[in-house]
Each structure stands twice: as C-alpha cells, then as structure tokens.
C-alpha cells in the first residue's frame, strides 16, 4: 500500500510502550523510530512519573490523542494493566502470553502497517487487503449492505452466482461472516471498490470448499454489470493469485464454475487455469477449474 493511500486510512494516533522493557529490542527500538515518519505519536511511560491511566490519559488529552486510537505495546502483564476495560488496542511481547489482542514474539516483521491493522481490530474498521490499478479490495462491514443489495439487483448478476439472503439474514450473516473469517483467517472474500471515488463495483477473494475427500481453496469474484468487459475481473483475480501464492499455504487454486458460464470460463484460461471437468459442488453440476501456485 502506498504512503498517501495508507494517510488517509490510518486509525492509529498514538503507541504506548516502556523505555524499560524496549531496552534491548533492536528491532521493537527500529519500529518506534519508524512511527515518526507517519506521524503517530509515542508515549514512554518510563517518562512519566506515575505510569497510571489517569496520568496516561491526561498525557494523551495534551496531543488531543484519544485512548481508542491508541495501541499499548506490553512487555509484561503489569504494563497491560493499564488498558483493563479500556478501548486500547494491545500488542503483547516479552513476558506476555495472554489477555492482549495480539501475541508477538518478536517484531522483527511487524510494520507500521500490521500496528495500524491491530487498532482498525479493536475499533471494528476494515482492513484494507489489496491494491491494483484502479481498484481497493477491503472488508465488507455491516453498513456496506445498501451498495451490496444494490450490486446483486443489477439485471445477470445473480445468473452464475448466489443471491444474498433477506435483509436481516445477510446482515446475521455479515455478522457471523466478520468474526469466522475476516478476524479467525485474515482473509475471505472482499469488496472491490473503485480507487477514485471508493464505489462499490464488485466483491472478489477466497473461500474453503469440502469436497468431502479433500478441502481446497476456491477463488469467488463478481464484477458489476457497468464494470464488466473492461479488464477488472481480470485486474483483480491476477491480485488474489499473487496474495495466495505469497500468503496462504496451498499449493491449488480452485474455480467452480456452472456449465453456460462463458465469460469465466474465457478468464480462468487467460489467468492460467486448467479445466479437470465436470465435478458436484453441494448437489450442484459445475466445471472445476484449478491451477498451481508455485508458478
């Protein structure tokens, strides 16, 4: 993600951490020093005279920094005290092994961006997942469903895919969809937005299918009708190729696809799939289409 998109997104004001406890950590001391350049805020409580939440909190009002756009990175159970019944976000190292929102055992790989993520957790935001050329992949959130509703109404969409459910169901759904997926694996399908004026134009990711003799990966997008025959679909699906060759250990990606479907069968070919027939998905007659991830 770029400097300039990652600005406008950015939940996270201010990390709390100890002097004391970072002394030794090269690479925890690197990633305070790397705040700076995004102009979030840190807090030594070390520096404090009494390292209490009232004092936090009186500390934070002076920058006009508010305790639910603040993460507290802990090194001991002590320090994760502080955000006991509070709205901090909390990372955990050290002498930590429970009670914070994440565990880390080092941060040698932990970015400004992974922090960021942790907070937009805590407050409930989306994640951002992915960026091509004209299109931003996030996580849906309840109050997408109007565009989503609006998306599935559009005259063929429904043809080759499952509709939504009634309101109250796919809002159950959504619910039930945010903590299974989103926040157990860290990933699942996304919505595909326009980069120039955020419009909802389709949804787009991934899903675990049982064939009952294996569980594989299945690739799932849907482009909206005004979208369509422009090269997005085909944009988009090049992206979760690479994120599922970079991030999820399978070594297959799926593609079900019903007899009929010409314009996915079409794509699937041009991204490099292979057709292995005709197989019954959930009673159902599809053409399975799967290609390799090591290449």
Known sequence: MNESLFQKIISLKAV??????????TALLQLL????????????????????????????????IALSDTLLLAGSNKLLTLAKNSPMATIGYREVDFGADMI??????????????????AQGKPWITGV?????????????????????????????????YDWEEELDYTRKYIR?????????????????DGK??????????????ENVLELGYVI??????????????????????????????NCFVEPGNSASFCLLQKLGFTNYGEIFVDGKRMIRYARSLDN
């Open 33 to 64: 020093d790397e705040l700076k350049a995004w102009k979030i805020v840190t807090v030594d409580c070390d520096k404090l005279t009494a390292c209490t939440r009232f004092v936090l909190e009186q500390e934070l009002q002076k920058r006009e």
């Open 224 to 253: 909206g009708v005004p979208w369509q025959r422009q090269g997005y679909a085909t944009e988009v699906c090049s992206y979760l190729i690479e994120f599922a060759r970079e991030h999820l250990a399978y070594e297959m990606l």
């Open 132 to 164: 091509t050329d004209r299109c931003i992949l996030r996580e849906m959130t309840e109050d997408d469903l109007p565009d989503l509703f609006e998306l599935y109404a559009q005259p063929g969409i429904t043809d080759y895919t499952e509709n939504l």
């Open 16 to 25: 709390v951490y100890s002097r004391f406890e970072a002394a030794d950590d």
């Open 104 to 121: 880390v055992l080092g941060f040698e790989e932990v970015t400004v961006q992974f922090l960021d993520r942790i907070m937009k957790r």
């Open 200 to 213: 909802l134009i389709g949804r787009a990711g991934f899903a675990h299918r049982d064939l009952g003799d």
């Open 180 to 196: 299974a997926m989103y926040h157990f694996y860290g990933y699942g399908v996304w919505l595909v937005t326009d980069k120039a």
